[in-house]
């Protein structure tokens, strides 16, 4: 098993900083909302705007919060990490597909506003 992960003091949320940060496969980013640490997951190498997240979740902003926090993304470093690699060529085709989706989506929205 891999060592522990490093996130910020809570202090850093309260100041509304986002994190942005990878153990193993594993990608993250928190953000401090109004209901609480808004957490979203997703297996790298690629950058968020490039990966599909695969769950988002809110946790308190507190110390218990984080704990509870970093408790969730171990079982998620644990899971991606336990994933077959894909190769090359199947992650440059889940980026592209990404990619492509939203740009769809974007196109959808300009046509709409």
């Given at each position: 098993?891999?060592e522990?992960?490093f996130?910020?003091?809570?202090?850093h949320?309260?100041?509304?900083?986002?994190?942005?940060a990878?153990?193993?496969?594993?990608?993250?980013?928190?953000?401090?909302?109004?209901?609480?640490?808004?957490?979203?997951?997703?297996?790298?190498?690629?950058?968020?705007?490039?990966?599909?997240?695969?769950?988002?979740?809110t946790?308190?902003?507190?110390?218990?919060?984080?704990?509870?926090?970093?408790?969730?993304?171990?079982?998620?470093?644990?899971?991606?990490g336990?994933?077959?690699?894909p190769?090359l060529?199947?992650?440059?085709?889940?980026?592209?597909?990404?990619?492509?989706?939203?740009?769809?989506?974007?196109?959808?929205?300009?046509?709409?506003?």
């Open positions: 098993m891999m522990d992960f996130l910020p003091v809570l202090s949320f309260q100041n509304e900083n986002f994190w942005t990878s153990a193993g496969a594993l990608c993250y980013r928190v953000t401090p909302r109004e209901e609480g640490l808004a957490a979203e997951v997703w297996e790298g190498p690629w950058r968020y705007e490039d990966s599909r997240v695969e769950e988002t979740r946790f308190p902003l507190s110390d218990e919060g984080l704990e509870e926090l970093r408790r969730w993304l171990t079982g998620w470093r644990d899971a991606i336990q994933r077959p690699r190769g060529e199947e992650s440059i085709r889940r980026r592209d597909a990404v990619r492509a989706e939203r740009a769809r989506l974007a196109g959808q929205a300009e046509g709409t506003a």
